[in-house]
């Protein structure tokens, strides 16, 4: 296993060693006249991962918070296995859903983000949209990074979310009880007893899913239209990652190509492995008691 | 969370056959009922509501959430020039909070208000997450419907159908096919390396098993485009073309570190006393895998097999570098490219023809049906913990023991060992054994 690894860092060797520093800085992707970097895709990535834990750190946090707090005793399995089989379904499927089905009703909310709030918010600007136009059209937000994101986050909200219920069905009964004794309501019992405990699976959950939103390939593939230079208006049209980059040009790639991909491969392995080594770490320190205080 | 709310009540319920009057027979009534503390509010206790749910949290909830729409619809409608359902049922939730917050502001204290909303909030929330769910899979096999109406979808391949023709020509059976030759070999290369490897863990635990456990994590972490890039870069260097055996692999990589953990997971909670009792009977390490860390935790192993297939066979990346997409039949792994349902239904929604965006809808929702029914007979099968058994399985334990009993007799008597029913009748009856209940 570690071969994976070692091959993909030999292979890439070849590249990053052509190209030198600039593979770090460079926007455009052109191994083959020797001018490309992961600049671009790898802030796109980064970019897509934080708006896709944006969404997805809430809404596990309130899932798991209601499957181990307030769920009903009788449907808490049913909720469980729900969840789980969220997790289990293909990202295909939900690449479908967010390009024919989730684009065209978030495309009014992304207008109109865009016009209050991105005046204000640099972010949520858009080049090319005029508010004042009244026959502006949509297009200029379909296809974005937001989008993309949105997806993302529904699929790693499961698996965030099943950690951090881990973590709080783990917080210890007496607390709570003592808590609930001194005339806590059930929301002060949570944020003093409940949350404290299950800090480190809240982090580690999160962490992990972030490690997952990094690598998401097929969803982002089917959304995003891929443009080679940093595009932090998440609300444009246009964004790219790592993996996507690797899908669309694993095709028609020549030897030297290949290597150039591996190296963007590479770099992205590292990064999801730094942080999928974190999330592990806290949330194994977080389970053996050490930080639930 | 429940159970703490009511052992919380059950202790200030009053024991119904203590007068509370009597100071003789009840020393510690102060701290019981608030009627307790007052000796002059004698009279027949009234039992008090243990519902956690109140009649006056409803009627706010109804309340705000009637005057949150119709707000809204009136902000919409007369007042803003603002369009689009999401933002409608944006700015209705927020109304409804507030509203709701408002509501309970008027009788409660802060801390309560407090409670409410927050408690409002998580329901919404798992609600808003269940319901994306609910959209996917609806959503899914709403569009995948027309071409799943049609019987030639699954007995028939893509080779004959043009890019117009309409949905009753053409099918993915050869999707199917692919998908279940690559699923196969996928299965074959993980199921003995990842228990193998899972049982070395657990068995011969040190620095090294360490380390193997570090990997596993790490392998956990490979984004599965780069598993495919991998496979792939392998083929393109050793002059392999791409088949469906190389896609096998790039499965088996993204699915193995799968399975060892879930593995590695359900194999650590053997208890250790059914592995020392193996050992001190005299069986060496490897007998006692076989014979009693494995059966014993045999449900469990093939839920950490199904969720892996499960996994597999939805991914869709590796596949796309690995396979090359066919319209046709290819029974061959390992010449000649290949497809798989995630990667046909990849295929087909990136055409511009309606037609084959149907198609693609329905194979998608064939590939859920089919991870949906794996998951599930992974629960069914996982539901149990190690060395808990099904009636069918506990009878015939018992058989096996009261066979087991007959051949010792048989031996004492003198009677050739393995003597099995038919010298039952020949043979005193035993003892009667009460079928042992493991735990």
């Known amino acids: 296993m570690t071969l994976v690894g070692l091959f993909l860092l030999l292979r890439g060797f070849e590249a990053i060693q052509a190209a030198g520093p600039s593979f770090i800085t460079e926007q455009a992707w052109d191994p083959n006249s020797g001018k490309f970097g992961i600049a671009a895709v790898f802030m796109g990535t980064v970019f897509i991962a934080l708006t896709a834990i944006f969404f997805a750190l809430p809404l596990s946090f309130g899932t798991a918070l209601y499957i181990s707090e307030y769920a009903p005793e009788r449907i808490k399995p049913l909720l469980v296995t729900t969840v789980d089989l969220m997790a289990a379904i293909p990202s295909i499927v939900y690449g479908l859903w967010g390009f024919f089905f989730l684009s065209p009703i978030i495309l009014p909310l992304s207008q109109w983000l865009a016009t209050f709030i991105g005046p204000w918010f640099p972010p949520f600007s858009v080049s090319g949209f005029d508010p004042n136009d009244p026959l502006a059209t949509l297009t200029v937000f379909s296809a974005s990074t937001f989008i993309a994101g949105i997806v993302v986050a529904l699929m790693v909200a499961p698996i965030t979310s099943s950690i951090m219920r881990e973590v709080f069905q783990q917080a210890p009964l007496g607390e709570r009880e003592g808590a609930l004794a001194l005339g806590a309501t059930k929301w002060g019992m949570i944020t003093s007893v409940v949350i404290p405990f299950g800090r480190g699976g809240i982090i580690g959950g999160t962490m992990l899913g972030l490690g997952r939103s990094l690598g998401e390939t097929i969803a982002v593939f089917l959304i995003i239209s891929p443009v080679f230079v940093i595009q932090p208006l998440i609300l444009e049209k246009g964004g790219n990652s790592i993996s996507a980059l690797i899908a669309l040009r694993y095709n028609e790639a020549s030897g030297f190509e290949i290597s150039a991909l591996m190296a963007a491969g590479l770099a992205l392995f590292i990064v999801t492995l730094i942080v999928n080594f974190g999330a592990s770490t806290i949330v194994a320190r977080s389970r053996s008691g050490s930080l639930g205080d | ?439």
């Not at chain 2, 899914?140 to 699954?154: A, K, S």
């Not at chain 2, 456990?213 to 991998?230: D, H, K, N």
């Not at chain 2, 290949?338 to 198609?359: C, D, H, Y």
């Not at chain 2, 590939?367 to 029914?373: D, E, G, P, T």
């Open chain 2, 1 to 439: 969370m429940t159970d703490v709310l009511s052992r919380t009540e059950q202790v200030t319920q009053t024991p119904p056959d203590v007068p509370l009057t009597d100071p003789e027979a009840a020393p510690a009534k102060t701290t019981w009922t608030r009627a307790g503390n007052d000796p002059g509010a004698a009279g027949p206790e009234v039992r008090r509501s243990t519902a956690t749910i109140r009649a006056v949290d409803i009627i706010r909830l109804i309340g705000s959430a009637l005057a949150a729409v119709g707000f809204t619809s009136w902000l919409f409608f007369f007042a803003l020039p603002l369009e689009g359902e999401l933002g409608f049922v944006l700015i209705s939730y927020g109304m409804f909070l507030l509203l709701f917050g408002i509501l309970t502001a008027f009788d409660e204290n802060r801390p309560t208000v407090r409670d409410r909303m927050a408690s409002v909030v998580m329901h919404s929330l798992a609600f808003m997450l269940l319901l994306a769910l609910f959209s996917v899979v609806i959503y899914t096999f709403g569009r995948g419907l027309e071409p799943l109406g049609f019987f030639n979808f699954f007995t028939e391949d893509m080779s004959n159908a043009g890019p117009l023709d309409g949905l009753d020509r053409g099918g993915v059976l050869h999707a199917v096919v692919g998908t279940l030759i690559m699923i196969a070999i996928a299965l074959i290369l993980t199921v003995p390396l990842g228990i193998l490897t899972a049982v070395f863990l657990t068995e011969y635990p040190g620095p090294f098993a360490r380390f193997v456990r570090t990997v596993v994590e790490a392998m956990t972490a490979l984004p599965s485009i780069v598993a495919g890039l991998f496979v792939y870069a392998i083929i393109v260097q050793f002059g392999f073309t791409r088949s469906g055996f190389a896609a096998a692999c790039a499965i088996t990589v993204m699915m193995l570190p799968i399975v060892v953990r879930s593995a590695d997971v359900v194999l650590r909670l053997v208890p250790s006393s059914l592995k020392e009792a193996a050992r001190a009977l005299g069986a060496s390490t490897w007998r006692t895998v076989w014979t009693v860390t494995m059966p014993t935790a045999r449900s469990g192993l093939t839920t950490a097999v199904i969720l892996g297939t499960a996994r597999g066979i939805g991914e869709t990346s590796p596949v796309l570098l690995t396979a090359g997409a066919t319209t046709f039949f290819n029974f061959n792994p390992f010449s000649g490219p290949m497809t798989s349902l995630p990667l046909t239904t990849f295929t087909f929604v990136k055409s511009p023809e309606l037609n084959f965006i149907a198609r693609g809808f329905g194979t998608a929702a064939v590939l859920m049906v089919v991870v949906v029914v794996l998951f599930l007979a992974a629960r069914a099968i996982g539901g149990r913990g190690p060395g808990q058994l099904s009636p069918r399985q506990q009878r015939r334990r018992t058989s096996a023991s009261r066979d087991d009993d007959y051949r010792f007799r048989g031996r004492e008597l003198g009677v050739a060992a393995g003597a099995k029913s038919r010298k039952r009748a020949a043979l005193p009856p035993p003892e009667p054994i009460a079928p042992s209940k493991k735990e």
